[in-house]
């Protein structure tokens, strides 16, 4: 695979022809709306195993890749300089709920790394997670960016410039040193040249570059087959792999997908999401990555096509899946919590 | 058009035809995601002035379809026997952001007739302005069914029932006179049989029954060319669009995109969203309605492309979109409020 897949977007795209439909969301006996993604499952090597629709696309990783985004964390020396926990790497991957561990956690590891919330620059935003809005709105705070579901993340950031002795402010721009790192191990470990791809600003503040959807699917396989990878990669790999596998909750958290799949399924996967509907996996035994994204970025639509793929692998068991219904199939409930309807695979979905 | 329409999704959905993409957003140098959609722009007698892709395809009109459930209030009598203000007929039409207006003026009108926000049976839910959020969650209370964003519609269902001696309890089911006149009102005035139409609960309890969208088109038209009309229903449809033009802010509220662009537009357009991306419009100048769905149930995609249905009837003119700019293409910002993007009509949009 190759940047060359970027230039075969444009003939596609003007050929009119649609990504496959996945995910349905049914109401009473009727499909109500619909979702289309494509989905590349890739070996470390590049192999494709699944292309289903357009996997040249070039995708932002957004928060799907902050497995990717940890490496220089580790590989610097940062995270043995400053005792950084399998917790706190689990957080630096984490799109968290702001829940009181996730933001204690945070706020402990910038404490100890000579920071505080000021030296984060994500921004605010109230968590994603009801009661916690409840708990903050009532003692009269504002949420500070220890609440922002990337605040982890920006501490990985933070302790990697530290560990450098490179300037904190202004970590989150292109140019910093932090993000040329990430820059560097995003393309070699997706291997793809990147000088001219697509770029923009993520919700955090930080750069977003576009990957093409199966090289996307390629990195997240060498998360998990590190034959290939320089010595220092794979061992950062493997511990990034092995904290998301052990701290689950700090992943996301209370009611999240990507939470209750690596609780329920165990030490087979590791899986991220992203805004605008865009999902990776790292299949431990399988040593396969899988990339999706939704044409139309609805996270309910990534989430269920990222389940049935694992069910289609088989990395989610027929009898793991009976467990994991109402998770792989959810209900869409009224306001009075009757059911009205399910998101779930389509019924033409080609996996 | 008849609901023969109806038969033709099939051989539609079986052929992978997709309804053409309407609405992009944007991050940066590159596209992210991408919204399609059918849009369907009629007179009162049916004719198809527009019709972007499958506008046969039967869809549940949802919250968009208020101004005809709201006929029967009229129609009745209820509305005169209980001296139902003109604000109060836009709250029937509404989904109200919950705000303290909304609120109030719901409950005052449920006394009036004699009941209370116990015999709602929408269910509650948080308010849809942050504001309002934050002052129920401080005051420690709950939100009750008066802060549905329905709480209008219902309660104009239970003046109906009160007026002609029914039952209130139960008033949501499919079997209550209630829905039973709102489904004859439904059928009559989209022009289509819906005794075998797909079925299903909507997200505050009621029925939702799925209309070909052209006929929801045709159905918003007469809302506004109401010559062909029984003469009660067409003094019925002039009292709601009125009132709707009247009081954008109750239909919607604070930040809406209908209750900005009534405001802003004045009174050639009423207009409702409804769940799953669903919207419709009543024009009043050129007699024509317009109802479309975005495939995947997106609202942001639903509110941009009707804008852009809008300025391509002539109905907001250039020196209003020029005004209405951060509505018709809002920005994406990120969560230190610098812009990353925007939602905007696509670059290949049949409108």
């Given at each position: 695979?190759?940047?060359?897949?970027t230039?075969?977007?444009?003939?596609?795209?003007?050929?009119?022809?649609?990504?496959?439909?996945?995910?349905?969301v049914?109401?009473?006996?009727?499909?109500?709306?619909?979702?289309?993604?494509?989905?590349?499952?890739?070996?470390?090597?590049?192999?494709?195993?699944?292309?289903?629709?357009?996997?040249?696309?070039?995708?932002?990783?957004?928060?799907?890749?902050?497995?990717?985004?940890?490496?220089?964390?580790?590989?610097?020396?940062?995270?043995?300089?400053?005792?950084?926990?399998?917790?706190?790497?689990?957080?630096?991957?984490?799109?968290?709920?702001?829940?009181?561990?996730?933001?204690?956690?945070?706020?402990?590891?910038?404490k100890?790394?000579?920071?505080?919330?000021?030296?984060?620059?994500?921004?605010?935003?109230?968590?994603?997670?009801?009661?916690?809005?409840?708990?903050?709105?009532?003692?009269?705070?504002?949420?500070?960016?220890?609440?922002?579901?990337?605040?982890g993340?920006?501490?990985g950031?933070?302790?990697?410039?530290?560990?450098?002795?490179?300037?904190?402010?202004?970590?989150?721009?292109?140019?910093?040193?932090?993000?040329?790192?990430?820059?560097?191990?995003?393309?070699?470990?997706c291997?793809?040249?990147?000088?001219?791809?697509?770029?923009?600003?993520?919700?955090?503040?930080?750069?977003?570059?576009a990957?093409?959807?199966?090289?996307?699917?390629?990195?997240?396989?060498?998360?998990?087959?590190t034959?290939?990878?320089?010595?220092?990669?794979?061992?950062?790999?493997?511990?990034?792999?092995?904290?998301?596998?052990?701290?689950?909750?700090?992943?996301?958290?209370?009611?999240?997908?990507c939470?209750?799949?690596?609780?329920?399924?165990?030490?087979?996967?590791?899986?991220?999401?992203g805004?605008?509907?865009?999902y990776?996996?790292?299949?431990r035994?399988?040593?396969?990555?899988?990339?999706?994204?939704?044409?139309?970025?609805?996270?309910?639509?990534?989430?269920?096509?990222?389940?049935?793929?694992?069910?289609?692998?088989?990395?989610?068991?027929?009898?793991?899946?009976?467990?994991?219904?109402?998770?792989?199939?959810?209900?869409?409930?009224?306001?009075?919590?009757?059911?009205?309807?399910?998101?779930?695979?389509?019924?033409?979905?080609?996996?």
């Amino acid at each position: 695979m190759s940047n060359s897949h970027t230039e075969s977007r444009s003939a596609s795209a003007a050929s009119g022809s649609a990504n496959p439909l996945v995910v349905e969301v049914t109401r009473g006996s009727m499909v109500e709306s619909r979702h289309r993604a494509a989905v590349a499952v890739v070996d470390a090597d590049g192999k494709v195993v699944h292309g289903w629709g357009d996997i040249a696309q070039p995708v932002y990783g957004r928060s799907a890749i902050k497995p990717l985004q940890a490496l220089p964390l580790i590989e610097s020396g940062a995270a043995d300089r400053y005792n950084v926990s399998v917790a706190e790497i689990a957080l630096a991957c984490a799109s968290h709920n702001g829940e009181p561990r996730h933001v204690e956690l945070v706020r402990a590891w910038l404490k100890r790394i000579g920071c505080s919330v000021e030296d984060l620059e994500c921004g605010g935003h109230m968590p994603y997670h009801d009661a916690s809005v409840e708990a903050l709105i009532r003692s009269g705070s504002k949420p500070t960016a220890l609440f922002n579901n990337c605040s982890g993340k920006h501490t990985g950031f933070l302790s990697t410039a530290r560990h450098l002795g490179e300037a904190t402010r202004g970590y989150i721009n292109l140019e910093h040193p932090v993000q040329q790192r990430i820059l560097g191990a995003l393309e070699q470990i997706c291997g793809v040249d990147l000088s001219d791809a697509a770029r923009g600003i993520d919700g955090c503040g930080i750069p977003v570059i576009a990957v093409p959807l199966g090289n996307m699917a390629m990195g997240m396989a060498r998360l998990v087959d590190t034959a290939k990878l320089p010595a220092a990669r794979a061992a950062a790999a493997k511990r990034i792999v092995e904290a998301m596998a052990q701290e689950p909750f700090l992943v996301a958290g209370t009611d999240r997908f990507c939470t209750q799949i690596m609780n329920d399924i165990g030490r087979k996967v590791v899986l991220k999401t992203g805004a605008e509907g865009v999902y990776t996996a790292s299949l431990r035994e399988l040593g396969l990555g899988v990339a999706l994204k939704v044409d139309d970025g609805a996270g309910r639509g990534a989430e269920i096509a990222m389940g049935q793929v694992l069910r289609h692998l088989g990395v989610i068991a027929p009898e793991e899946a009976g467990k994991l219904g109402d998770i792989l199939t959810p209900p869409v409930r009224n306001r009075v919590g009757r059911e009205t309807g399910r998101v779930k695979p389509s019924a033409g979905s080609p996996f």
